[in-house]
Structure formats: C-alpha cells, structure tokens
C-alpha cells in the first residue's frame, strides 16, 4: 500500500517551536507535499520537497530523507493562527497525491 | 487571479436522489482533480482531468458517481441515488499543467445525505 502516517493531533504553545512527522512507503515515491488546512477551509500548499534536505520558508521549513520516508514539518515562532489541520501527501510516480490523514495542531496561549 | 470556487458551500439531500456539485477552476488551469474528505479521514482522491479527458477515474467510488468537464474548465461531479455513506466535503482543486504542479484547492462542497 502507500501509507502515510502522521500523528493524529499535537498541542504546542504560542512562541515555541513544534515538527510534525510523516512517515511514508518509499516504493514509487515521486515528491512530498505539506498543506495547511483551517477548519471548514480549503487546504493551502505550504511546501513540496522532492530531494533530500530542508527547505525553509519564512517560519515554516520542510525536510526530507527518501531513504528513510521520512519528512517532518517544523513550525517556529508559533502564532495562535497556526492552529489548524497539517496535511502530508506523497506523489507516486504516475503523479497522483496520496494524503495522509493529517495532523490537527493545537496552540495555546 | 480568482482561485478555484465551488458550489453550492453546503448540500443537504434526501438518500436516493441524485446531487450535481460544480467547480470552476483557476483560469488557465488544465488540471482538474476532485477528492473527498470525510470526517476524521484524509483527502481521498476521485477523479483527475487532463483538459476535458479523465485519464484517471480509478478513484470513483462507485458507478453512481460521474464527473464531466467541459470547454476545458468547469466541472460537475454528480452522484446519482445517493447514500448517507456519500456525506462528506468534496474539494476540488486544479493545477496548471497536470500532476506535476502544485494543486491549489477550492472550499469544497459539503454533502449531507440525510
């Protein structure tokens, strides 16, 4: 199969820094994408790595390791505003996005 | 421009009778997927367009589920009889070329089957 897993829900205060995780089946991978999704809102694309490494932007950076199928997303400086769905979703070699079932975050004051 | 939009927001149907849900996706845009997220689930994908073929349907859940595209843009989704196991968002989302690009989503259709 091509499962994708990320922890269900994560709390985190406003100010720190939190990483959220995906793991994924390596077989056919063809890229990495992270959405941000607010309740009842559309997802939004936050970041897509295909290469190994960190890819940074603004206060939120992506990381990959393709051979490990691993990908985290670090949030820093977090703002009350972030508090929302993460989703992470693998691109198979035919192009289709196979979503995780996304992490709701939850920041306190 | 104008992102990707969708109607109607919300749907409300009685099981058994058919729904059309519409999107209408970025200008210039010629990819156009459908997905369904249901409570508690992630996005499950339906349907994908290249202009106005579907090279790839393998995600309809059944034969009572049908997408057309037009003209190269709007789409509708319909779903004939419907059941209350259909009740979920339905997003759309389009790309600019196919499924090497960013997809960006609309805000979704939400279906209750009563």
């Known amino acids: 199969g091509q499962n994708i897993d990320q922890p269900t829900e994560m709390t985190a205060t406003e100010g720190a820094i939190v990483q959220i995780n995906c793991t994924y089946q390596?077989?056919?991978?063809?890229?990495l994408f992270w959405y941000q999704q607010h309740a009842g809102e559309a997802p939004t694309f936050l970041s897509y790595?295909?290469?190994?490494g960190l890819e940074e932007k603004g206060r939120f950076s992506s990381f990959l390791s393709r051979s490990k199928g691993y990908s985290y997303l670090l949030l820093k400086e977090l703002q009350m505003k972030d508090s929302a769905s993460y989703l992470c979703a693998r691109r198979n070699q035919g192009g289709k996005l196979i979503f995780g079932q996304g992490t709701e975050l939850s920041v306190k004051p | 421009g104008a992102g990707v939009s969708q109607s109607p927001s919300n749907k409300v149907t009685e099981k058994g009778k058919d729904v059309e849900l519409r999107c209408d996706p970025i200008s210039g845009h010629t990819a156009l997927y459908w997905y369904r997220q249901s409570l508690g689930q992630g996005l499950e994908f339906l349907i994908y367009?290249?202009?106005?073929?579907?090279?790839?349907k393998s995600g309809l859940p059944s034969d009572r589920f049908s997408a057309e595209r037009t003209g190269g843009s709007v789409s509708t989704l319909t779903i004939q009889r419907t059941q209350q196991e259909d009740s979920a968002v339905y997003l759309c989302?389009?790309?600019?070329?196919?499924?090497?690009?960013?997809?960006?989503f609309g805000p979704g259709t939400r279906l209750t089957v009563l």
């Open positions: 989302a389009s790309s600019l070329y196919g499924f090497q690009d960013t997809q960006y």
């Open positions: 790595n295909v290469l190994d």
């Open positions: 367009f290249q202009g106005n073929s579907a090279p790839d």
């Open positions: 390596t077989s056919g991978f063809n890229g």
